[in-house]
C-alpha cells in the first residue's frame, strides 16, 4: 500500500499546486487544493526608483530577501535600461542574502554573497550582519511582503542606514478559500496541509479570531499534520504554537511527498 493511500493532503500553495498534487495523487492520496498565497503584484514604478536610488546614492550593503525581489529588482533595471550599470555595482557591494532563489539569481550573474544566512531565515542572516562592523554604513535593503514589526526592528538596531526597497506586494488571497482550508482543518477532514510559504501560514492565521485560531491549533497538535517546505515556512508555524510540524531535511516538493508517505506509513504500522 502506498504512503498516502486514502490521506486528504490540502495543499496552501498556488504557483506549485498542481505539481504537489500530482505527486501527492502518485503516493495513493487525495489532494485538496486551497490556495491562500494571494496574488502577487509587481510595483514597477517602484523598483525602477529604487534602482536608480541604488545606482546614484553610495551603499556599503546590498540585503535580498527574495529571488522574487532579486528578479523584480533586475527588470526594473532593464526596463530603465541601467541593468549593466546595476550589475556591475552589486559586484562591488558587499551582500547578505538569505534563500536558494535568491542565490541562484546571484550565480546567474557571477555574485559573490558576503553573508549567506545558512538555515535561510532573516533573523540568522541579522546577526551575521550584525558581526560585521557596519555602524553608519549604508544598506539597501530588499524587503519582502507582510515583514514582521520584530525584524524591522533588529534590522533598525543595526545602527546603520537602512533605504527599503519593496518591489512587490501581494494582495489577499480569496476569503472563500480561507475559510474553506480552516473548515478543514478545524474539522479534521484533512489528514495534513502542505505550506510552502511563510505567507501561506500567516494568511492562514490573519484575522481568525480568538476561539477559531484555538481550534486551528488543537486541530494541528492532534489529528491534522502540519507539513512545511523550508526553514521560514516551518519557523512561521512554530511562531504560531504550532509545535509538531513536518519538515523534510531538503527544502524540495518531491522530498517533501516522500517524508509525508514515510510519516504515515510509520504511523500505520505502529
Known sequence: ?????????????????????????????????????????????????????????????????????????????????????????????????????????????????????????????????????????????????????????????LSMDVYHSEPYHYFPPDRAIVEALRFGITSQSLDAVVFTSKTQVENLFRDAGASQGKLLYQAFETHVLAVAVGQVTAEALHNHGISKVLQPERAKMGAMIIALAQHFSNEHHD
Open 1 to 157: 500500500m502506498k504512503g498516502l493511500t486514502g490521506k486528504h493532503i490540502g495543499i496552501a500553495a498556488d504557483r506549485q499546486a498542481e505539481a504537489i498534487s500530482t505527486l501527492i495523487q502518485k503516493q495513493g492520496g487525495i489532494a485538496v487544493s486551497k490556495p491562500i498565497q494571494g496574488e502577487k503584484w509587481l510595483d514597477e514604478k517602484s523598483a525602477a526608483y529604487d534602482v536608480a536610488r541604488f545606482l546614484n546614492h553610495p551603499f556599503d550593503w546590498a540585503l535580498f530577501t527574495t529571488g522574487i525581489g532579486a528578479e523584480a529588482l533586475e527588470k526594473a533595471a532593464q526596463s530603465i535600461h541601467r541593468l549593466d550599470d546595476y550589475i556591475d555595482k552589486l559586484s562591488k557591494t558587499s551582500l547578505a542574502i538569505r534563500g536558494t532563489k535568491t542565490q541562484d539569481w546571484l550565480k546567474k550573474w557571477g555574485l559573490e554573497p558576503t553573508i549567506l544566512s545558512p538555515n535561510g531565515t532573516m533573523h540568522t542572516l541579522i546577526q551575521l550582519l550584525d558581526a560585521h562592523p557596519t555602524t553608519k554604513q549604508a544598506l539597501f535593503y530588499q524587503s519582502y511582503d507582510q515583514e514582521e514589526r520584530q525584524l524591522v526592528q533588529a534590522l533598525n538596531q
